[in-house]
């Protein structure tokens, strides 16, 4: 049972930012959690504009069916794989198997994202993408850093404009 969270003395604004917005995007695989098998998730990238591979995030743990699905598309990474040697840390440092950066997934992931453009929360696996190759996925961007000396105002510039606009402030 999920507790509910009084937010009766927040803002609207702190009300509206407590529920994720999401949104349905592509994005590559480049490594898998588990085996190439039976992954249990999907570590996914995109390209920067210099032509990298860059890591983006990754999936929830993925239902059998999904993974099964998956498996048969994947391929073991070649010599020269983008993120060969990185380390790839969380909570715990995770053992992946790198695969060949072919495979396009779409996936469901929050608007939210660190300054380096990767999701903060895990994405959502909804499906492969066949027909669509790698340079079709949209390129990574990072966010604008802001400025140290800069004050914060009550409509942060990170906020997006239709949210900003909801919110009336």
Do not use: K
């Not at 695969?99 to 939210?112: A, D, K, N, W, Y």
């Not at 380096?116 to 696996?125: I, Q, Y």
């Not at 790698?134 to 510039?157: C, D, Q």
Request: aromatic share 4%.
């Amino acid at each position: 049972m999920q507790e509910r969270v009084d937010l009766s003395g927040h803002t609207r604004l702190e009300r509206l930012l407590h529920q994720q917005v999401r949104e349905t995007t592509e994005a590559i695989v480049g490594a898998v959690t588990g085996s190439l098998a039976t992954p249990r998730s999907l570590l996914l990238g995109r390209y920067d504009n210099h032509g990298r591979l860059q890591y983006t995030g990754r999936t929830t743990t993925l239902a059998r069916a999904a993974s099964s699905a998956v498996a048969g598309l994947l391929a073991s990474a070649r010599r020269g794989h983008p993120w060969t040697g990185r380390p790839f840390c969380g909570r715990e440092t995770l053992d992946v198997t790198l695969v060949e950066p072919e495979l396009v997934v779409e996936v469901g992931v929050g608007v939210v994202r660190d300054t380096s453009g990767r999701w903060r929360h895990p994405a959502r696996l909804h499906r492969a993408r066949l027909y669509l190759s790698p340079g079709e996925v949209p390129r990574i961007t990072a966010l604008p850093r802001r400025h140290p000396s800069s004050t914060a105002s009550t409509s942060p510039g990170w906020l997006p404009a239709r949210l900003q606009r909801v919110c009336g402030e």
